[in-house]
């Protein structure tokens, strides 16, 4: 079981979603609210095997596209999968579509799914 | 949308529509005060009438203080003002131009009749203010006194006149009818056009406030559908009421789904991708509010 990294500015759901992908199996998870607190902990970031990314973080703030460039710049290996809860319309959504090889889940998602991408992450690592 | 009065907004594009009103009212004061200047200044030397000088003097002077009424209270014109202000320049000029015209015809000489009338129809159908009917009414008015005229004048007095009047009057006040006529149209186009840009900007606003509530309950609703995940697995005798909890979420999701369809009303501008959605609410709300005070009370229900 890998460790899953969290990037969401609602802190409730930030730590929701760690409760559920530990139960759902995974080894560890990181959660952040906001780009910079993510960085700070780069090496074990980067040594995870999955990142969930909302891909809005407030107004004027670093956004989950943002972390995404960062992570790949850095040489991150794991899977992202977007989260948003916005319309996908909106810029940053559209180019959250547009990225290679990552997912985008519109909230809410069935917690069943979430919990299976933690047991999956495992292998992805 | 701007605020006229304490309680009151103005429609659109009535702003515009004021503001056009009010200059052709300035416009046609300062042009009449010139052609009275110059008319004034002509007759002195081949009239030389006190009573006419004295009447163009007093237009002048009228003219000249509806033009500094209007620069100085511009805010205060409302389009209807702005009519009057131009029906107040023209009147004068009918007695004006009757005693002109017996003076022009009384010399026994060869003259062109009706210059002036000319001069102020053609202006009346360029310059007349949003209230159209005014603007025809001067203009007929204008040529039955030509018309009352070429009666009085005497068939010698006729044969001393030239251009073919009353005729060139009549073709004059046609066209200058037809042009008017065609201003009204265009002002009718821009009435319409600017209530469908308003319509369309509603729609948009109305859009985006739906979408700035769908926003912000899909992160909560996504908390509630982990909550009761989280609490059925410790506690799987609650079985039944997370099933419950999970129904709602379903509903509220197949809601929000829903309100995703104005996404298409929308025209995402640039800064829009990171709106804080709590202040979007508030400034929508307030402009919701601000266009329901300004719109006409409805039927009663």
Redesign the interface.
Same mark, same amino acid.
């Given at each position: 079981m890998s460790r899953i990294v969290v990037l969401e500015d609602?802190p409730?759901?930030r730590d =929701?979603?760690c409760? %559920?992908l530990r /139960?759902g199996g995974a080894a560890d998870c990181l959660a952040f609210g906001s780009v910079d607190d993510l960085k700070k902990r780069e090496g074990d970031v980067l040594g995870s095997g999955l990142a969930l990314l909302d891909v @809005?973080l407030?107004?004027? /703030?670093p956004?989950g596209l943002d972390a995404f460039h960062w992570l790949k710049e850095r040489g991150f290996g794991g899977e992202v999968i977007f =989260?948003t809860?916005?319309?996908?319309? @909106?810029?940053?959504v559209k180019a959250a579509f547009e990225l290679p090889n990552v997912r985008v889940l519109?909230?809410?998602?069935?917690? /069943?799914i %979430?919990?299976a991408l933690a047991k999956g992450a495992g292998g992805k690592q | 949308m701007r605020a006229v009065g304490r309680e009151s907004v103005e429609g659109p594009g009535m702003a515009y529509e004021r503001d056009r009103a009010w200059g052709s009212a300035l416009v046609a004061a300062l042009l009449v005060m010139l052609g009275e200047a110059a008319f004034a200044v002509m007759e002195q030397f081949a009239l030389s009438i006190k009573a006419l000088l004295g009447m163009r003097l007093v237009h002048i002077a009228l003219c000249l203080g509806i033009a500094g009424v209007l620069l100085a209270r511009r805010r205060d014109f409302t389009v209807q003002r702005s009519g009057y202000a131009f029906l107040l320049v023209g009147l004068p000029c009918f007695p004006v131009f009757w005693i002109a015209e017996m003076h022009l015809a009384g010399r026994g000489e060869s003259w062109i009749p009706f210059v002036g009338f000319k001069l102020l129809i053609m202006g009346i159908a360029l310059l007349a203010p949003p209230m159209v009917w005014m603007g025809f009414a001067l203009m007929g008015t204008l040529m039955l006194e030509a018309a009352l005229l070429w009666l009085r004048f005497d068939p010698h007095t006729r044969q001393l006149a030239l251009g073919w009047e009353p005729w060139v009057t009549f073709i004059y006040t046609a066209i200058s009818a037809g042009l008017l006529a065609y201003r009204a149209r265009s002002l009718r186009i821009e009435r319409q056009f600017f209530q469908a840009r308003a319509e369309t900007e509603s729609l948009e606003r109305l859009a985006r406030l739906f979408l700035a509530v769908r926003d912000q309950a899909n992160t909560p609703l996504q908390s509630i559908e982990i909550a009761s995940a989280v609490l059925e697995e410790r506690f799987p005798e609650a079985g039944e009421d997370v099933e419950r909890i999970r129904r709602a979420v379903a509903r509220l999701r197949d809601l929000t789904r829903m309100l995703s369809g104005f996404e298409g009303l929308m025209t995402w501008v640039r800064g829009d991708e990171s709106l804080d959605a709590h202040a979007l609410l508030e400034r929508l709300q307030r402009t919701l509010e601000e266009e329901a005070r300004g719109r006409p009370a409805g039927p009663p229900a």
């Open positions: 609602d409730d759901l =929701l979603l409760i %559920l /139960r @809005n407030g107004p004027g /703030r956004s =989260l809860g916005h319309a996908s319309f @909106n810029p940053l519109e909230k809410p998602v069935d917690a /069943r %979430l919990q | -």
